[in-house]
């Protein structure tokens, strides 16, 4: 981080300074023995970080985001939502009777507002329709250029003014509904049935995997449902339906429409940096399911994801042979797209790449321009971008067999799908090294080896490809029965409580939250303020 910042607006240090920290990071999975020049390297980048994160604890208290703990973007994320008495969650049984046995405190706190119980069969239908982001792509190799990127701007966030209020809104169960209301926020299951093509816009999950295929019966939220209808034409059947009520006029989360532009204001990458990464989080913490996750509200959060969603079918929508990737809140396009592009929260901004290579979701770059345009998952940009000569060749050499007579079923069957094995240097952390059985590694780093393959059918029906006039690999949607079911998450259990062995070797049940408190990621050598 604190190259990324220290060599912006911050200007941490001299030159010089940040010229030295920048090479040693480069060579740290190099060092093997505390040398001299190693010690300065160290207290050096410690002088400066702490000289960087004094100017960023002074930015966040001059705009009242004061976080409990400074650790992390979750907490400035928290900080907001305080900040703006955003409520909480409901106290759980085990969380009500251990309030209730407390001693009365003789400067108690103010109280937290806390949204109300909502009906367990609703949340139910709400966990099964929750999805996250959307990665997927229709085509594979090198695309000639030029490359349209478009990229809504903190989608996320962007989506939050418009959620229904917590505390007020009520949910109607309408099971003998015919159809679907024509406005207003609802949560509902279909059957749907996209007509054949490129790409398809309702979210289905199954054996943990995240798909959007041609057909099937899910749990989804009124936007992604709309924008599906409009963009891509798909016919739903209306199988049960929940609808939201609110007669009150709060707007809860309409102030992250200032703290957006406050970042703007003072730049996203510098002193707005607070602001942009506490933004970011904000939907996080909605979604938590883990620890004691105080703002988990699956709500805000499956509306936020929907929405973000739906947005990426209006350019599937315009060009659906066209678009060629979407990345969370991205859509690739070989053609210019008539969108909303301009500055402000939730429009899009348009990037011109000369072309682009797609090995899949998530690891993709333009062969024009790799010192800049590598985007990775897995292996950092780093290790991909000196390796995708090899990737254009594996590419090539497979495209070719492809294109033989008869040997396009045989690939397909025995999948013959290419891969390449790329080095990474992994540092082992502590939880790292528990986690793979051998703690004897913590705190080292070593080379491991990773298979980076094409293969496409975790996503995209496997047995369907076409090879495009431009050399490319197009592929499609996966089939489904229409009576297939999305295999939903379930509620969020803030009791629940885990085994662990015990002292004595026997199995023990703990509170989750205990043993997550047991674990941190960091050691608190400053005094909390």
Request: glycine fraction near 8%; hydrophobic fraction near 35%; proline fraction near 8%.
């Amino acid at each position: 981080m604190f190259i990324r910042q220290g060599d912006t607006d911050w200007k941490i240090g001299t030159d010089e300074e940040r010229g030295i920290i920048r090479e040693n990071k480069t060579r740290r999975d190099e060092f093997s023995q505390l040398t001299d020049e190693i010690i300065e390297y160290c207290k050096l980048e410690c002088r400066l970080l702490a000289m960087l994160m004094t100017e960023f604890r002074e930015v966040c208290a001059a705009a009242g985001i004061v976080p409990q703990e400074w650790r992390g973007a979750g907490w400035l994320a928290s900080a907001l939502l305080k900040k703006h008495d955003v409520p909480k969650r409901p106290l759980t049984a085990r969380e009500a009777a251990a309030l209730a046995e407390r001693t009365p405190s003789k400067n108690p706190r103010p109280t937290e507002p806390r949204r109300p119980q909502r009906d367990p069969k609703f949340e139910i239908a709400a966990s099964a329709a929750f999805c996250g982001n959307r990665a997927e792509v229709s085509a594979l190799g090198f695309i000639p250029g030029p490359i349209y990127k478009y990229d809504k701007r903190s989608a996320h966030p962007a989506a939050m003014p418009h959620l229904p209020c917590p505390l007020h809104t009520l949910w109607e169960h309408k099971p003998r509904a015919s159809r679907l209301p024509d406005h207003g926020i609802y949560l509902a299951k279909v059957s749907f049935s996209h007509p054949d093509g490129p790409w398809c816009g309702l979210s289905f999950r199954r054996k943990g995997g995240l798909f959007w295929p041609l057909q099937g019966t899910t749990w989804s939220w009124s936007p992604e449902i709309g924008a599906a209808q409009r963009h891509l034409h798909v016919e739903v059947i209306l199988r049960d339906l929940w609808v939201a009520h609110c007669e009150c006029d709060c707007r809860p989360f309409e102030w992250v429409k200032d703290v957006y532009g406050e970042r703007r204001r003072l730049g996203s990458d510098t002193r707005g940096y607070p602001f942009k990464i506490g933004l970011a989080s904000l939907y996080g913490k909605t979604a938590q399911r883990c620890g004691r996750g105080p703002y988990h509200d699956i709500v805000s959060a499956g509306l936020i994801t929907a929405t973000t969603r739906a947005s990426l079918l209006e350019p599937l929508g315009q060009k659906p042979r066209s678009v060629v990737m979407l990345a969370t809140d991205a859509a690739f396009s070989r053609e210019r797209l008539s969108l909303d592009v301009g500055e402000g929260l939730g429009q899009w901004e348009e990037k011109v790449w000369p072309d682009l290579f797609i090995a899949q979701s998530g690891v993709y770059w333009s062969p024009s321009d790799l010192n800049l345009l590598v985007k990775s998952r897995g292996a950092p940009r780093s290790v991909i971008g000196p390796a995708a000569p090899r990737f254009h060749q594996a590419f090539t050499e497979w495209l070719d067999v492809l294109q033989r007579p008869g040997a396009m079923e045989c690939v397909l069957g025995e999948r013959l799908i290419p891969s390449v094995p790329v080095t990474v240097r992994v540092f082992n952390g502590c939880r790292l090294a528990m986690a793979r059985g051998k703690p004897w590694l913590a705190g080292r780093c070593e080379d491991v080896t990773r298979h980076v393959s094409f293969e496409w059918q975790t996503k995209r029906d496997p047995m369907r490809v076409e090879v495009s006039d431009d050399g490319y690999v197009r592929t499609f949607p996966l089939k489904n029965s229409i009576f297939a079911e999305s295999e939903g998450y379930e509620p969020a259990d803030f009791d629940r409580r885990i085994e662990i062995s015990g002292e004595s070797g026997g199995a023990v049940e703990i509170d989750e939250n205990t043993l997550l408190e047991g674990m941190p990621d960091f050691i608190p050598f400053l005094p909390k303020e």
